[in-house]
């Protein structure tokens, strides 16, 4: 029975879910630049309050409010004390006086305001040798809290800083350095094993015998998972002895716990499908879904792990990954974000097996103006061996089932694949 898009994107979320859902939360402690990206693990409390302290605003002078409210309405005259550089904790500041203060220095004890050095007279600060029985006048008064950061202003310690499940970016992470943390506990990246099938198929950097090709998938399929943020515990070619792939899978999943066996290759309808021969009868199914390329896949569990197996056309393998997989990571595990899905006028003629969803690779253009939407172009034809193209765009570019030709002018959806393109 031929799957929708829809139905497969769902199968495989429900595979990788439940699997999720009954395995422990693994986490792990990382210094806080290591961590960008990551999702957390737990919630953090503030250790402390933020600002620490009270502090100054703004070069100027620490007062106490009160002195400068007279009766009489005139300027007061006061006292200049020592001055408070950003970094000591100064001594009280007594009545009558006034102490220079520098942005985000301690506010002494007593003082309650804060006076920017351009609303004193004189406005600019006394040297050491003109301090001694100076006194600054402030024409404009202070209310108690004028330029004064409270502690606790921004966080208070004792609560929620970062809940569990935040994405972790420079701004969560800079709030975690001011609270004095050093590292963080983050989930544990999704462990895959990864394994590229193929008599035909060799590591880039050997030489070709005749009817060999490159592994491009291993790359492929690698870095995509890398980039959304699952890790590659082995990757490794496996060639086309279904006896072979049952060994080589059984070592690798001794020696590397994962929580995905993902396998590109060998599933079609060819006399030498090793995928499908050493699991067709072990709780995979391989089956065709309506959408090209990336028609044939393989779904369900080795050993008890999730297995997705993939077509061996590099397209088609990086379309299964933009399709079914990494829409199920970023759900289920929080990254990666989903890709930003656009409308966009089609720049040519499209044409598509009705019967399948076709997804297209494009080159997106973003609108001139607000209120318009971009254009996308087609790159390269629809076969699934096309690696130029695809390294040429940026967009995949979907053409529902049920559309037989777009013309050009019409509207499509295309998912960004460089979000830097939004
Ligand atoms: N009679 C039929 N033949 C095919 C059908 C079909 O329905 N009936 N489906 C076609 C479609 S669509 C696809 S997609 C492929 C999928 O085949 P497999 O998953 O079994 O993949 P292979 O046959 O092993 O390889 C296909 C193609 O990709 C090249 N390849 C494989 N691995 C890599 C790699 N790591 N790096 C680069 N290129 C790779 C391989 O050499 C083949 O050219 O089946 C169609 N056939
Ligand atoms: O479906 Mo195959 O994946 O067309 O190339």
């Given at each position: 029975m031929t799957r929708t898009v829809e139905e497969h994107r769902e199968a495989v979320h429900r595979l990788l879910e439940t699997s999720l859902a009954t395995a422990p939360q693994r986490t792990e402690t990382v210094e806080l630049v290591q961590a960008a990206g990551r999702i957390l693990a737990v919630d953090v409390r503030a250790p402390?309050?933020?600002?620490?302290f009270d502090n100054s605003q703004m070069d100027g002078y620490a007062v106490r409010a009160a002195d400068l409210a007279p009766a009489s309405g005139q300027a007061v005259q006061l006292h200049v004390s020592d001055p408070i550089p950003a970094g000591i904790a100064a001594p009280v500041l007594a009545a009558g006086h006034a102490a220079p203060i520098m942005t985000g220095a301690m506010l002494p004890a007593g003082a309650d305001a804060v006076v920017p050095i351009e609303r004193a007279v004189p406005d600019t600060f006394f040297t050491d040798g003109q301090r001694p029985g100076a006194t600054v006048c402030f024409p404009d008064g202070a209310a108690a809290g004028d330029f004064v950061r409270r502690s606790g202003s921004d966080i208070r310690a004792g609560t929620v800083a970062l809940a569990a499940g935040t994405r972790l970016g420079a701004l969560q992470l800079g709030l975690l350095a001011a609270l004095g943390i050093p590292a963080v506990q983050v989930r544990a990246p999704f462990r895959v094993l990864l394994l590229s099938t193929g008599d035909e198929v060799v590591e880039p950097g050997r030489e070709l015998a005749p009817g060999q090709i490159h592994d491009a998938n291993s790359t492929l399929l690698a870095v995509s998972l890398q980039e959304a943020g699952a890790e590659v515990a082995r990757a490794r070619i496996v060639t086309d002895s279904p006896d072979n792939f049952r060994a080589q899978l059984r070592e690798d999943l001794e020696a590397h716990p994962v929580d995905l066996v993902l396998t590109s290759g060998g599933i079609s309808m060819g006399a030498y499908e090793v995928v499908r021969l050493a699991?067709?009868?072990?709780?995979v199914q391989f089956l065709p879904v309506a959408m090209q390329p990336g028609g044939p896949q393989g779904i369900g569990t080795v050993h008890g792990i999730p297995f997705l197996g993939f077509p061996g056309n590099p397209v088609s393998s990086l379309v299964s990954f933009e399709v079914f997989l990494r829409p199920a990571l970023g759900a289920l595990t929080?990254?990666?974000?989903?890709r930003p899905q656009l409308p966009a006028l089609l720049s040519e003629d499209a044409h598509s097996p009705a019967a399948k969803h076709q997804v297209r690779r494009g080159r997106y253009t973003p609108p001139a103006g607000a209120g318009t939407i971009g254009r996308v172009e087609l790159v390269g034809g629809p076969g699934s061996h096309l690696l130029h193209a695809l390294a040429t765009s940026n967009a995949l570019v979907h053409i529902p089932a049920g559309t037989a030709a777009v013309p050009a002018g019409a509207e499509v959806t295309v998912w960004l694949l460089d979000p830097a393109d939004s």
């Open positions: 402390g309050s933020l600002p620490p699991l067709a009868s072990d709780g929080g990254r990666p974000a989903p």
